[in-house]
């Protein structure tokens, strides 16, 4: 449960004896009650340390700026740590990007309608006009950029300016795919739900790779964006059981059950601040 | 519940009408009673056809071959089927290849002491010492054949004549790859359990390979062996869910548990005649 | 796949041999190919049989009479079967009784815009206001009816009246308890989802006996509903693993996602005719 | 990953502010390393806190009763905990009860003989003979204590003879209730295994119960044994998907799959300190 006056730090360091000792000290002497508090380090030693606390400090909001610059003087400096420090108030801006198939989006809509999703969902994009009627019926904005081979780099520039301000981009089955230079300008901040359990059917029409390959399983696969294509730091995967009895068409409608969860669920760990991106591969403190 | 005198049919074919009204029919003239009946065909027309079907008949074990005379002469030959027709009461003859690791096997044996494997494993072959008193304990022969580079051909010639009058090998974790002289020889007769969720992490290591790819399921997948590596009929797949936490010997240790459960059922399925391969996929009645 | 031509047939009757033979001769000789087939029998011997085919007939529509009244005049009169025809084109009518929470109402109402759910839903009922926006933005009419003890009889009526010629009443989280002169004018039409795994956790506030009890998994649960609460045979159920941190609140969230997609599996398998009552139990044929 | 220098802090307190800063700043100035850490507080205030804290510290055999003094003459007394400080390579002393089903207890056998399970099984009493060999075979004592009505309480005793000095008591599917005089000497000393998804099917042959109720789900349950017959705290639970087709030997037979995974799953979370108890619930730190 959390509240106005509650803020998050999120760390990444060297591991070294300690780190919990000055970082619970420190908010201890700020006055801030400890509420949830995970770490993890790759190896026993030498190894990188993360750590993820959520605290409630009174007036969080008047003191956040000295508090940050006692942290940064303090700890921060003496263990050379990565880190933010986010209060729960600020709500998180996250555009959209779609194009046809509406479940994704609508699973993150309706999810976010019911406050399920910590966030503002400021506005939705589209390189089609179908799903105009369902966004805006839920208030949001919608803008349709088309994308073609000669005007991809335009239409890159447009979507930047347009989504300019946001936190957050998610892919909810975009079927462009964008360019290295978009994604270095939206680092670890484009997450994109791929149709297969990667890195099983990477690239083109998965559910068809799926059933030509004969699998008892299908999935799904939420990752940040690189500029490698399909090959991200990945938040969250599921699967669900098929048979030879599904066709292509049954194991798309099946599979984009679970790529509504997968997505929904790795866009709310994302926006909670419980996701650290590690080289290739993501500590999720869920 | 089956007793000694349940037959089963399982045919393929071009998918026609009447076929059931074929196969229901004659089973009727021939006063058998369906105990079981599944079908599946791959499209609506034009498509093949697939067929198992339990049935109870007096005296089976006398009337058996003329019951398969005339079958072959009436509806097989009619229906132009490919088919098969055995009697529960065969107790199908199993050989496993194994070489360290003890966990596929053990649950085979294991699985085979409590009546829950209907088959006789009559030999466990190995490329190392270590597991022969897991096995003899169990009653079981176990025969040591080395394998070197020099020596594969060889060894391999001395697996096929020891192995000479199975109808199934198993290779319970076997780390050698088997020449495709050998697996042609023993066309769809080789289940491989793969320790990931294949077509992801073919090849060597693959527990290595998800940690380092960061997935947040481990898998394994328990196939026949064709003459391509990792590539024959997936028979069946199961997935545990695991996080950052997870070592390389965590992964390996819960894959492990993945591993005995797919292959154990993959296995049943197989001596339950449940599992009709066509072209590279299967179709498994269960 | 189904087509305008497509029936099915769902039969229960004492098991004897033969019944496949005479149905699917019955078939073949009035020229229906059949595409699916499931049977199951209780027992081996003096058990009941059950049976879903289907299968597609030239001119379905103009012939459904007479094929109908030959099955009874000669398969199901001599196997003494209880036994319906249905034809895929008769779209099944639904009405949906719903209070305030709207997740397994919208989820059913979602998936039916999209194709999903193969039926008309031709009413929505509520004994609140709160989710008139909801269903009308979908273009179904919505209408309240209050309920008080002293009007629940009278209230009962007004929903009879009100959902007349429907096939099939959904609960979707529908907070009243129907009396049994209700549910006696409808039986085995009415589908609930109780959130819990029944039979645990019967009766009001489950969440909340969940968390009093500190259960590992949740679930839900569709069932028929009879005049005996919650004790009506069930269709589907599902869970999801929870832990300690779990508040009734997270609890109810989590919950709400299993509740969700049970009832659709429930309700998509009855309209498919995938369901046989027998006793206080069902057969899926899914 | 523990060494010899590893011990374990499990925690439960007031829930106050300052608990993490106290506890790591204790651990620190011993020059403590922690490895592992994890909290959990019932309520945002006013509530009961739980910690466990795994941590490295040179020569732990020699400092350990000095550490226990200081933790608990400045951190404990403070904070009014109860406490305990466990060393890992103080190996637990398991003794496990059985009857006629092997599958729960052979699991623990099993995985004990691979590593799996970090403990010493010193002894196997059953109320029956069978499973003397398969005990035997792996080198642990094996005692035959029958039980009738007359001799119940005497058979306890010898029971609770022969079992002094262990940690632990494991009911492998032990069919014999204990009386709650015998449960009262081991207080959250004793986990059952019960063959049912608690509180569904409480009591005696749950698998029928399960049939008869025509359930879709069937599961186990291990938790700690109170006086209340199948009532103490829950520790793991899993369920496995089931349909009409399973008979009541069948729901047995995939039961007992899940029966032996849940139980080695609780039996090692207690083993690694993982488990508190609170009221009449568990918090697991897995």
């Avoid at 292509?248 to 601040?273: Q, S």
Wanted: aromatic share 8%; charged share 25%; hydrophobic share 45%.
């Amino acid at each position: 449960m959390t509240t106005a006056n509650t803020a998050r730090l999120l760390i990444t360091c060297a591991d070294r004896s300690g780190i919990v000792q000055a970082v619970s000290g420190f908010l201890y002497h700020q006055g801030a009650n400890i509420t949830a508090l995970d770490q993890y380090a790759t190896e026993a030693q030498g190894g990188t340390y993360f750590m993820r606390v959520e605290f409630e400090v009174n007036q969080l909001a008047a003191r956040r700026d000295s508090l940050s610059q006692a942290f940064a003087d303090t700890v921060a400096g003496r263990y050379d740590m990565i880190w933010q420090l986010t209060a729960v108030s600020d709500i998180k801006k996250v555009g959209i990007l779609v194009s046809k198939y509406d479940h994704a989006m609508l699973e993150l809509l309706w999810r976010h309608a019911r406050g399920l999703l910590p966030c503002e969902i400021t506005h939705v994009v589209s390189n089609h006009e179908d799903l105009r009627d369902a966004v805006e019926g839920f208030g949001i904005p919608f803008t349709v950029i088309k994308v073609t081979k000669d005007t991809k780099a335009e239409a890159e520039a447009q979507i930047h300016e347009i989504m300019a301000g946001n936190d957050l981009l998610v892919l909810a089955r975009y079927m462009q795919i964008l360019s290295s230079d978009f994604v270095e300008k939206w680092p670890m901040k484009v997450i994109n739900i791929h149709h297969s359990f990667l890195p099983a059917f990477v690239g083109a029409d998965p559910y068809r790779q799926a059933y030509d390959k004969g699998v008892k399983l299908i999935g799904a696969t939420a990752h940040y964006v690189t500029a490698e294509l399909d090959q991200g730091p990945i938040i969250e995967q599921d699967v669900e059981r098929v048979s030879h009895r599904y066709s292509v068409a049954d194991l798309r409608e099946l599979g984009e059950d679970v790529e509504r969860n997968v997505l929904a669920r790795a866009v709310r760990w994302h926006l909670e601040d419980r996701v650290i991106v590690h080289g290739n591969k993501t500590i999720v403190f869920d």
